[in-house]
Structure formats: structure tokens, C-alpha cells
């Protein structure tokens, strides 16, 4: 389970909320408390149409709860960004993964990536988030989805990445309408037959207040927990979400479920 940290003014459904370090840190301990894995700490919102953040204040947001975690025993730390220079710094401020929304399209993302030994995840995203949602098109989404995440895992292992560092994730919302994020999370068994580790990151998103008519994100609970254990049963890896305690138990039924004794 990887738990949204967003330290941004105007993420879409948490934005303002963790802006102040220490709430963002304390946000952080209840979210290891409820069963995250790893915190996820972001400092630019990518939100359809989100303004552009300079790598200054995008640092000055990000650096001080990564370095502060970092201090915290047992709390893996992802750092997501699409920017080098802000990968770099939070790598060496103790980050242990890099999660890049354009899917480390930089030429100077995959040098940082290459010289250094964190995981990597490897996000889908069309075009870039200030157009992204104009009129997305595929004649295969989960083809080219797929096909575009294998280019680039392909890429960063030719620039001597190790396979085992890297995860791909479909990028749900980024550049998808809500037929095309249903029709990935429907066929998430054609990228777990990738091999490499599936992220999936449906938390709160558009799609689901299409779905539901619910337009507030953070009243969409009940669908990000649905999507959550749908794409867990489909065997995907890493959950991203903003609800980590409900999501761990509507899981841990599942789960007990599953495995209960004959
Ligand atoms: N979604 C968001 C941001 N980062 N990273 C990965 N790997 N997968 C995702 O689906 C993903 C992501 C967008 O959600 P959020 O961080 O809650 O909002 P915002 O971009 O407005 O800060």
C-alpha cells in the first residue's frame, strides 16, 4: 500500500491539507500506522490542467518532509516527481524511489535514475497534464498503454537500470477518458503479464464520481475502496491511495475470505 502524501496547495481531492511540514509528517506516521508501506510525498499537482510548479518551489515543498521521514525508522519513501534536479535531491535526502507521472521521458530523469539504485516506477501518461484531457484518443488503450509502458522500461534498462527496479503503472486519469481508465482497470491482467510490478492509482479519481455521480473527491470512499480490491484480485502490486486504513481493511475481508479454512 503506498499512501498519497500530496505537499501542494491545490491537489485535486487533499490539496492545502499537508502544505505545512509537520502536518504532512504527522499525515505520514498515521498513514504507516494504518498499514501504507511506503509514502508517496508529491509536490507538484498533476491534476487535468494543473499549473506548471517551478523546481525551486517544488523542492522547497517536497525537501523537508522527505528529509524528515527519512529520519523515521522503517518508512520507505517514494518521491514523486518529473523533474531531475528534485528526484536527485530527495534520492540523496533518503528517498528510495523514484515515481515519475511522465514515465521518465526525460533524458536527464533517467541519468538520476541510472545513477542511483532506487525502484522506479514508470507512469503512462498522454501528452502532458495542462492538455492531457483534451479529447484523449487510442484505438487500443490497453495495447498502447502497455505497449508504451515495455518501450520505456525497455529504454531504462538499456541505460543499465536493473529490471528488478523498475514498476509500470497505467497512469489512470492521465490522458484517459472514463471508458478508457475502466477498460485499463478491466484488462489489468495484460500488464501483470508483463512481469514487472503493477502500480495502480485510482484513489478518488474523476472516473469514479462519473461512475458514482459523487463530484466531491474526498466523498468517493466507497468507489476508490472498490477499485482498490478490484485491482488487487486482479494481482496487481502497489495500491496508491489517500484512504490507507480503509483500504487495509476492506482488503484484510478479502483476504480472510480468500484464504478461510476448509
Ligand atoms: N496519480 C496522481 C499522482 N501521482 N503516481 C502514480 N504512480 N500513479 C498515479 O495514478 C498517480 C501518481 C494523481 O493523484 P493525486 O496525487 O492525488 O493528485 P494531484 O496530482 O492533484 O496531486
Redo the contacts with the bound molecule.
Sequence with gaps: MMG?L?V?P??????GRFIDPDAAVSHAREMIAAGAGII?V?GE???PG?PPVSSEEELARVLPVVEALGGEPDVPVSI?TRHAVIARACVDAGASTI?D?SGFRDPAMIGVAAACDAGL?V?HMLGEPQTMQDEPHYDDVVAEVRGYLLARARELEEAGIARERIAL?P????GKTTQHNLALLRDLDAFVETGYPI???????RFIGDVTGESEPDKRLAGSVAAAIWSASRGIHVL?V?DVRETVAALAVTDAVRWADR
Excluded at 10 to 15: A, H, L
Excluded at 171 to 174: A, E, L, Q, S
Design positions: 498519497i500530496n501542494t491545490d491537489s485535486f481531492s487533499d490539496g508517496d508529491g499537482s498533476t491534476r494543473a514523486d515515481n507521472v516506477v507512469m503503472d497512469g489512470i486519469g492521465f502500480v495502480v492509482g485510482a484513489s478518488r479519481k496508491r489517500h
